[in-house]
DNA sequence: TATGAATGAGCCTTCATTCAT
DNA sequence: CATGAATGAAGGCTCATTCAT
């Protein structure tokens, strides 16, 4: 039967739908019928929404990396919280993105162009993020490693991936932090 | 026109021409077609040397990690040199296989089910032959931070992540590494 | 161009283009590509229809044994005609479908798996229905021969054997059934 | 290694090796490369000795007919036996060439072209040899059915037929043959 | 907006056949 | 005689994309 719906919902439930096959199957595996199928709508509707396979891919991937960055921007620019706190609450956040979605990361690995857009995409966010909360605690005097960008770089990145390999205990992360950025033991409470 | 060629040799050629291939395009992009034309032979024979798609992927693979493994370890289990030579000559060699063939990492993160094989392969050879000079570096007291393994894991990803972002300056990566590892300044070369 | 039909007319003139190619040239050799060239489609199409070459098979003998069933036994189960009446109108069918497709033949020696499908089935129902007849005629006196089905069995198989080799005369029919059921000579009107 | 043999016994050998696989799996399963390994040797040679896999397919063929020719007519030319004995000699031969060899039937129903070949040489050959017998039954005045020929035709057939469906024994053969060649019971003896 | 039949290009794989050695 | 590397033409199947309704 033939169910109109308001184009934008339409198009993000397409959206959804695309999003939720691409980070179980990978893109290359998902087929645009797949999509239609788990949006309970035709092919031809998912080609009036998206001119093409490309079109959707990347929509999904704004529309997914935009959904991270919002959750992170929410809790940093929180000012009521000092630098410890902050970066605390940042790290939670990260962790709470990278479990509840290791999908990140599996839309981020399965696929060739895709990874750049997403890992770059969702890195050079956390870095503008927290990387004003780095500037922050340089300014402070909280932070006196050097290229502390680039560390924070190889933190979110390799941290993620330690994560996705098994180790997942809280603690140890906190602990390899404080050790990494020189910050006083028990300042980052995760 | 007909080219008879020792089969090792033939099997090599193809065999590089789909690590070419894979690293530039990713394996799902790369057929069997574009694979036999690289080789400038004919599908059939690639299907001669090779019984189906995956075995050609497997062999790629194994091929890939191989050359890496080998050169790590040759380097790695040197006796003459002392601590930090060893780690400035591990790190040296690191950057090289890298930045030769970022293909690692392309060949890596493209490919679903080989990701894993790669990656985890040479990041578990890396740790397990770093992990050694790690090891003999916590004993011999050169290295006293906590979850040296972890540390080092972490870095071995987020460098290559950082590399291939861009920032390529041998002298930043040393000064980092001392930091993270918290080794005296200058102890490590590139 | 493109031309869209009634899907049911779709499927069952594919069903037909298939029937034909493969009563014709055997199944192996008929491709899904020759399959869609006859019912003057694209290959993509008939997949819409049907997933895959083993289906397509499966359908069209079905098809096929479906159709001769059904006239069997329309004429068979008419309670109206005496034994012999019922056994001339028999055969005069079984010649009909042996003649009208020798395809039956066709499809069913041609193929492997799906000769005991086609001539089993065929055969089976034959000798269901006509077995019934058989028996009628034991009960009646009309049949005295041992082993009745089983030469019911040989004369099936046997008939159209020979009609496919060239023998086609109904009036010598007659008189070999008439002779090998032991009935009276003139009772068998085909 | 290079091992040279007699260009007959190599022949010979290719033959027996394409014989038993397309009884096996038929003649379209059976690749040529699947005949040299059978027969231990290179695909190339199998082409040394045979233009093409259809010629290979005709002597093979020819040279399975002729086996079963040959033990046919050795018997049945005996002169020392009435034309009961010669029945039921020949008959007792054909069960036996049927159940040793299913394989006749498997060949012809599996192959499409090759089953007019093996089927109608066969019955070709049965009938000539049978015939004969048949004559001198009908000359004797052992035989006095109408259409001997055919009848022996329709029985040659379905015969097989329903021994290949499981009906195997001797004592009902003999029955059915008796009764439908109109000859005195107990005649037959298998 | 929405449907779904229809297209066409491309993919992995198999195999009969050839030919330089 | 014999080898086995090399070719080329299909074959079964998938899928992004289009289009008439």
Redesign the pocket.
């Known amino acids: 039967m ?6 934008q919902v ?1 198009k993000r439930e397409i959206l959804a739908a695309a999003g939720k096959l691409f980070e179980k199957y990978g893109i290359d ?1 998902t ?3 797949d999509v239609a199928k788990e949006a309970d ?5 998912v ?2 929404y998206f001119k ?3 079109e959707l891919i990347e929509e999904a991937v704004k529309n997914f990396v935009f959904e991270s960055e919002l959750a992170l921007k929410n809790i940093i620019q929180a000012d009521t919280m000092n630098f410890y706190s902050k970066l605390s609450e940042m790290l939670r956040l990260y962790f709470l993105t990278i479990s509840k979605n290791l999908s990140i990361n599996a839309l981020a690995k399965t696929n060739p162009g895709v990874y750049e857009l997403v890992k770059r995409s969702l890195c050079r966010s956390a870095l503008d993020l927290a990387g004003v909360l780095i500037d922050e605690g340089v300014m402070n005097g909280n932070i006196s490693i050097s290229h502390p960008r680039h560390v924070l770089s190889i933190l979110i990145g390799g941290i993620a991936d330690l994560y996705s390999q098994g180790v997942q205990d809280p603690k140890i992360f906190a602990e390899i932090i404080e050790q990494t950025l020189h910050l006083p033991k028990g300042s980052i409470k995760i």
């Open positions: 033939r169910i109109s719906k308001d184009p339409r595996k087929s645009m019928s709508i035709t092919k031809g509707l080609y009036y093409s396979k490309e």
